[in-house]
Nanobody, 125 residues
Framework: QVQLVESGGGSVQAGGSLRLSCAAS????????MGWFRQAPGKERDLVAS????????YYADSVKGRFTISRDSAKNTVYLQMNSLKPEDTAVYYC??????????????????WGQGTQVTVSS
């Protein structure tokens, strides 16, 4: 069983920055495609950013392009989400997710194999 543990959430003023981390532990199988999703109250859980098994391909939702950066350190089994120029609309619970397989490039809501417990990000105006 693989566990994903997020950290780095918190409260920040608009324009500020936060860095989320997601550490995988337990029986990790190779290098999964990883993603960060977020869910605001009353809204669906949406994909924010994803990174391929080798870090060579990334995806960003239009709402965060140019402000967020996803990266991974496979040696540490850790994925990061650097969030800059934060806006009040970025307020949500952020979830780390993994999709296991060989050579996977993408991850979507319907293909997630493991979820983290979530970390709250609150951006005040």
């Amino acid at each position: 069983q693989v566990q994903l543990v997020e950290s780095g959430g918190g409260s920040v003023q608009a324009g500020g920055s936060l860095r989320l981390s997601c550490a995988a532990s337990g029986r990790t199988f190779g290098s999964p495609a990883m993603g960060w999703f977020r869910q605001a109250p009353g809204k669906e859980r949406d994909l924010v950013a994803s990174i391929s098994w080798n870090g060579g391909t990334t995806y960003y939702a239009d709402s965060v392009k140019g402000r967020f950066t996803i990266s991974r350190d496979s040696a540490k089994n850790t994925v990061y989400l650097q969030m800059n120029s934060l806006k009040p609309e970025d307020t949500a619970v952020y979830y780390c997710a993994a999709r296991y397989g060989i050579g996977l490039v993408t991850i979507e809501l319907g293909t997630v194999d493991s979820w983290g417990q979530g970390t709250q990000v609150t951006v005040s105006s």
